[in-house]
Structure formats: structure tokens, C-alpha cells
């Protein structure tokens, strides 16, 4: 008999999960609890004075120098407010290059010298902190032994309230530089960008009679993720180090069905879905959409459109509550791009447009997009910016999870090129071959029978093989990985737009000295198309074809992080980032550095954890099974009984252990052949040859998967993660 010695029970966490509620929940009207738990501007009119809120107002709305003098009247407001709401204490939240966000909480009460407390939180408390920058990613900007840093009130972001069952806290966003005022996160990078590309977009718009206040990107992040059980969670080293399972066999059943795209979502993940729906409407994230992703135990939610730096911070603070809510209901939120070997991998869908302070979406076309002069403009600018930078757009969005997702049949591939559509790549060719006359129209579309109503038809379809797709009014930058910060993908793109801009209204500009504006116009998007066209392509990223194609276009292939992350520094890049003030030479070297280092340290971790578990659980678990096989062999031999299944399978399993011991050892000397060198070295030896042992490995232990005795293997495996829930 084969003794069971299976630590777990496959159902026992599902039968028995019990929500972990705070109160009696259940979700409240969006317009009840929307904002609750935000101090925005609106909420400051009402207890500052009208002097010190107009000025606020400037600021935020219109980019004005902060005076510094509101600052004590904000400070009160904020904490008198936040007290009200129950927090004790208060911190400066900033986000480090670490990609997670970092919090040091103080408290408002301060000991006065009767032996009492007061409650304090003065100007100065609310403009500037000093947590230690020591352990904290610089990347070379400063030593470690050197460890001040500072953080910097950003009016632009409102404050917010987080809360536990215990109590809350004030948060106050803001950016993070070194004591030489260099920028150690992504908020400071990200509020230069919005800088420059204000600038250069007012200046077009100027041309075009338009005159506007401020121009920003606006942003929608869709964020997808997996949920499984906590007990699978916990009992598998892998995901609890690196996110993502580093061994496991292909389930009898995956995704093939197509049945859980879109499917009825299951009680107790919908149950989780709402009370975060809730948190997050507290927080004053505008979410609107929940559904099942294409894999078994995959999820989206998604957000309506926001200034791109408040999005950046609600993209933040929506991975947080999903992980937080999420153990509630007895799940583990996984937000790796690639959890499960064989099935779709998980993005962040990053939809990206240009709009004006008073309302207007600089990338919509209109119903006549060949005579809407002003988005073709605008429309040409982001073209021309995707020709150009292709390499930074494809080093924002490199790290090791994302490496294992673009280009599989869930994601765009690593060549970046855009999708626009059949009308407007109809309205580009027209434009290339002499002139402007019509716009394809979109229609109706009939289904066949009278009971079903007519429906309006969009004029191109949609193309889910693209990493850069034009989708109706905006752009959607479909390769973003899912665990990512999205701040830099955004100062990429406000950046590189910014450029894009300037370039055209100096051509422009130089033209109209001797044309009018619509001839004007005319000739400049048609030299910038001419010259950047090929980056347009609406057809299969995903096919041989493409790949092809994009070499014989010039297109770069950038396959990999070790390949991608190099080009950061190029002086093409260095310049581009400097001539707009967002980032210093020192501040994008010490991303490539930073970048890089992680690159290797989660690989090093993966290979680690991979090694531990195949020694220490899979080896000694398909021993013990060699074990059983062994002495029913003997015992049948003995009995003269026919057994040569139970030889065949004796023989099969301690084949595949010998083959996972040789593995084992490869990957050893593998690490211990390695050269060093500096970090861009080391990145390509383990893109070259760790990964490739590491793989060696997981296959010998998936094949193991398959042989040996259910009871016996120590970890959860696919068909329970993904199906129980």
C-alpha cells in the first residue's frame, strides 16, 4: 500500500475559507463612498481660505509655482480633516525604483512640556520629509554609507486615508530625490514630463488659434491578474519568492475551452471583487470594469481616464488594495506576468491620449478625420515619436517577468510598431499620394433578424497582436507588464511625444513664414509620414511574416530585457531627456543600473528557489515513489508474477531522476562558469546560460510531475490552483 503523505487537502481551504470582513460588508452605492477616504481640491475649498485655495488651484490646475506660504494653512486642513476621519499619524508616500511604493509613519501628537500631547502638523511637516535613502535603489547617484534623501510634497496628487481594522493613516503623495536634489522615484521624472509635454503641445496648439490653459496625458491603466487559493499560495516556495511558478506540468485542462474569457464570475471572487471595488471608490478610483480574462483564474479590472500622474498613483495604490482585499477571501492575488507556464500571462494595458484643461482630447478624430488638420497633427506627433524611440518605448516596459509574456499568443511582441486602422491608414495614404477627400465611414451593421437592433459599426476593427494600437480617441500601449509601475512607460511616452511636437511646429513654423498654415501643414505631415510610415503596421504581429517584414523595415527586435536595457543610455536617449528636463545623464545611467540589477537579482532568486525545491521536495518525494516501484518489482518477481508495467514504470521514473540530478548539476557549474563582469555582462550570462539550465531543470521535475504517484508529490499542482476556488 502507498502511504499518503500529502500535507494538504486539495478542497480544504475551499470548503472551509471564511471572508475576513471588517463589519458587515456589503457594497455601498459608488456616489455613498466615492472619495471618502480622498482630501481633494474640491474637499479643501471648504475649510481653507479663499485666498490660500486659489492659489492652491494654480497650481494644480494650472502648473504655477507653489507658494510656499499656503503651506501651513493646507497642513491644518489636511490634519484636521484626517483626524475627523479617525488617523493618527501621517507619512510622506513616495515611490522608489524599487517599482512598490514606501511610507515612514509619524504621528500628529507631539509631547508638549506639561507632560500632555498636542496635536501637530505644521507646513513644513506637509512640504518636505527625510526618511534614510540609504537602502533604497540609486543606482550610483549617491554611496550607500551616504543616506539622506528627501521627500517633496506634490500638490498635484491628492492626499488620501488608508485603513485597517485598527485605525488609519494620512498619505501624502510625494516625489523622493538625494541630498544633490537627483531623482531617486518616478514621481519626479513623471511631473517633469508632464512639463515638457504642456510646453510643446500649447505651442501647437497656438498655431492651430487655439489657446489653452494646460495640456496633459491622460491614462487608463487595465490591470490583470490571477487569483488562487491561499492554501496553493503558501505551500508552493516559488510563488511566495518570485511570484510565479517555476515548476509545474501542463494541466489536462487550460485555457483550450475559450470558456472562461468573459464567463460568469464565480461567487467568491466577485464577493472579493466588490468590497475591492469599494475600497478603491473610497480611495476616489474610478473603476468601472470587472470580468474574467482569457486563463482559468484570471481577472481584469480597469479604471475610467485620469490625469496620467494621479493615474500613476491610483495604478499603485489598485495593486495594493487587489493583494490587501484579496486574503480576505482566503486568496493570493498574483500580479507576475507569468504565473503559469502554458497560459496567458497577465499586462497592464496602458491607454494613453493628450487633453486640454478645458475638455479637449487632442486624439480624437472627429467623424471627418481627413479634414480634422488639428488630430492629424497631433495624431502624426505620436507616429513620429513610436518611429523614433522604439528602443525606449521597449526599455520601459523590460524587466524578467515581462520577458516571459511579450510575444507569446497573450502579447504583443517585442517588435513595437502601431496599429491605426483601415481608415486611418486609408487617411496616411491619401496624404502620401497627393491629398486629402474623404474619411471611410463606419456605418451600421445589421444582425440578420428584425428583433435585434441595428448597431453602429466602428470604421477599423481592433488588433490585439499590437503592442501600439490607436483605438477610437486614444493610443493603448498593450505591452506593459502587469506588476510594473507605470510611471515610467508614461514619461517614455510624454517625453518622446513632447520631441515629436517640437519637431513639427519648427518645421512648421518655418513654412508658414512663407505659406499658409493649411499648405503648411499639409507638406510637414506628409515629410514626417514619408519618413516614419514604416512603423505603421495593422496586421499579425503575431505571425513569422511580421518578424520578416519588420527586419527588412529596419524595425529593432529587442527580445529580451538583457537586449532592451543597453539602449537606455545611448546618447540619442541621454540627449532626448535631457533637452527636456526630465532626466540628467547621472539619473538614466542609474536606471540602467538599477534595472539591471534587479534583472539579475530576481533571477538569481528564481534559480535559487528552483534549485531548493527540486532538492529538497521533488527529489526526495520521487525517490520515495523509486522506492515503492522497487519493492512492488521485487515482491512480484518473487512471486513469479508478470510485472513488466511495474518494471517499465521503475525504469521511467528513475530515468527522469537521473536526468533532473544532471539538470541540477548543470545549473551548478552553469553559476559557477560565470564570468561577472559589469551588470550589462552579467545580464546577458544569465539570459544566455542560467535560464537556459534553470529550464533544463524545470523540465526534468515536470516530467516527474507526470510519473509519480499523486500522493506522494509535495506540491500544489496546475489542475488545483487554476480550477479550485
Known amino acids: 500500500m502507498s502511504q499518503t503523505i500529502r500535507r ?29 477616504f480622498t482630501l481633494n481640491l474640491d474637499g479643501l475649498k471648504e475649510r481653507l481660505p479663499k485666498t490660500v485655495w486659489k492659489e492652491l488651484k494654480n497650481t494644480i490646475e494650472d502648473g504655477q509655482q507653489l507658494n510656499p506660504s499656503v503651506a501651513d494653512a493646507v497642513a491644518l486642513a489636511m490634519k484636521e480633516w484626517a483626524t475627523e476621519m479617525g488617523a493618527s499619524h501621517f507619512t510622506h508616500w513616495f515611490q522608489p525604483l524599487t517599482g512598490a511604493t514606501a511610507e515612514k509613519h509619524d504621528s500628529f501628537i507631539t509631547p508638549n512640556q506639561g507632560g500632555g500631547a498636542i496635536s501637530e502638523f505644521s507646513g513644513k511637516d506637509l512640504i ?85 490653459k494646460r495640456v496633459t496625458s491622460t491614462v487608463g491603466c487595465e490591470q490583470e491578474y490571477f487569483l488562487i487559493d491561499q492554501e496553493f499560495f503558501y505551500r508552493r516556495p516559488d510563488l511566495m519568492t518570485s511570484g510565479r511558478t517555476l515548476m509545474g506540468a501542463k494541466p489536462p485542462r487550460g485555457q483550450e475551452l475559450d470558456d472562461h474569457y468573459f464567463g460568469s464570475i464565480p461567487d467568491r471572487v466577485l464577493s472579493f471583487m466588490l468590497e475591492a471595488e469599494t475600497e478603491l471608490y473610497k480611495l476616489g478610483i474610478p473603476v468601472k470594469t470587472r470580468h474574467n480574462e482569457v486563463a482559468p483564474g ?178 493603448e500601449f498593450r505591452a506593459v507588464g502587469s506588476s510594473q509601475s507605470v510611471s515610467f512607460p508614461i514619461v517614455v511616452l510624454n517625453t518622446i511625444v513632447a520631441e515629436a511636437i517640437d519637431e513639427l511646429c519648427e518645421s512648421l513654423e518655418k513654412k508658414m513664414k512663407k505659406k499658409k498654415l493649411e499648405m503648411s501643414l499639409k507638406e510637414v505631415l506628409v515629410e514626417s509620414l514619408k519618413e516614419t510610415h514604416d512603423i505603421v503596421f495593422n496586421g499579425d504581429g503575431y505571425s513569422d511574416d511580421w518578424q520578416k517584414e519588420a527586419k527588412k523595415r529596419g524595425l529593432l527586435n529587442l527580445k529580451t530585457t538583457a537586449d532592451a536595457l543597453p539602449t537606455l543610455t545611448s546618447k540619442k536617449n541621454v540627449k532626448l531627456f535631457e533637452k527636456y528636463k526630465v532626466l540628467n545623464d547621472r539619473e538614466v545611467h542609474s536606471r540602467l543600473e538599477i534595472w539591471a540589477e534587479q534583472y539579475v537579482t530576481n533571477l538569481t532568486i528564481e534559480v535559487d528557489t528552483t534549485e531548493a525545491m527540486a532538492r529538497t521536495m521533488v527529489f526526495p518525494a520521487a525517490v520515495r515513489y523509486l522506492n515503492e516501484l522497487a519493492a512492488a518489482v521485487k515482491e512480484t518477481k518473487s512471486l513469479k508474477m508478470k510485472n513488466s508495467g511495474s518494471e517499465k514504470m521503475l525504469k521511467t521514473v528513475n530515468s527522469a531522476l537521473n536526468d533532473l540530478s544532471d539538470a541540477l548539476d548543470n545549473l551548478k557549474k552553469t553559476q559557477e562558469k560565470l564570468k561577472g563582469g559589469d551588470i550589462i555582462d552579467q545580464c546577458k550570462e544569465y539570459r544566455d546560460y542560467v535560464i537556459p539550465a534553470m529550464t533544463k531543470v524545470r523540465d526534468a521535475v515536470d516530467f516527474l510531475e507526470r510519473y509519480t504517484a499523486d500522493d506522494y508529490w509535495p506540491l500544489p499542482i496546475y489542475r488545483e490552483m487554476l480550477f479550485v476556488k
Open 8 to 36: 494538504y487537502d486539495t478542497l480544504a481551504a475551499a470548503r472551509s475559507y471564511k471572508p475576513v470582513i471588517n463589519g458587515d460588508f456589503k457594497q455601498a452605492h459608488v456616489t455613498e463612498v466615492f472619495g471618502e
Open 128 to 212: 518636505q520629509g527625510e526618511p534614510d535613502a540609504s537602502s533604497f535603489p540609486s543606482g550610483g547617484l549617491r554611496p550607500t554609507f551616504e543616506a539622506r534623501g528627501y521627500t517633496a510634497w506634490d500638490p498635484t496628487s491628492p492626499v488620501f486615508l488608508i485603513e485597517n481594522q485598527n485605525g488609519k493613516y494620512l498619505c501624502i503623495p510625494t516625489a523622493f530625490a538625494s541630498w544633490t536634489g537627483e531623482a531617486l522615484d518616478h514621481k519626479t521624472p513623471l511631473l517633469r514630463s508632464i512639463e515638457a509635454l504642456d510646453k510643446q503641445a500649447k505651442r501647437a496648439l497656438a498655431l492651430f488659434g487655439v489657446d489653452s
Open 298 to 475: 484570471q481577472f481584469e479590472i480597469a479604471p475610467m481616464f485620469e490625469n496620467c500622474n494621479i493615474a500613476a498613483d491610483h495604478q499603485q495604490l489598485t495593486m495594493i488594495v487587489l493583494k490587501k482585499i484579496a486574503k480576505n477571501y482566503g486568496f493570493e492575488c498574483l500580479l507576475h506576468e507569468k504565473p503559469f507556464d502554458g497560459l496567458n500571462g497577465s499586462g497592464k494595458h496602458l491607454n494613453w491620449s493628450m487633453s486640454t484643461k478645458e475638455g479637449l482630447n487632442l486624439l480624437e478624430p472627429g467623424d471627418s478625420p481627413h479634414e480634422n488638420m488639428q488630430f492629424l497633427f497631433f495624431f502624426s506627433a505620436v507616429l513620429r515619436a513610436v518611429y523614433k524611440h522604439q528602443d525606449l518605448l521597449r526599455v520601459s516596459i523590460a524587466h524578467a517577468g515581462n520577458d516571459h509574456r511579450l510575444g507569446a499568443n497573450e502579447a504583443p511582441p517585442a517588435i513595437i510598431s502601431a496599429y491605426v486602422g483601415e481608415q486611418l491608414e486609408d487617411i496616411i495614404n491619401q496624404l502620401l499620394n497627393g491629398g486629402l477627400k474623404k474619411s471611410m465611414k463606419s456605418g451600421l451593421m445589421g444582425l440578420g433578424t428584425p428583433v435585434l437592433p441595428t448597431l453602429p459599426k466602428h470604421a477599423g476593427d481592433r488588433n490585439r497582436t499590437s503592442p501600439f494600437a490607436f483605438t477610437g480617441n486614444k493610443f
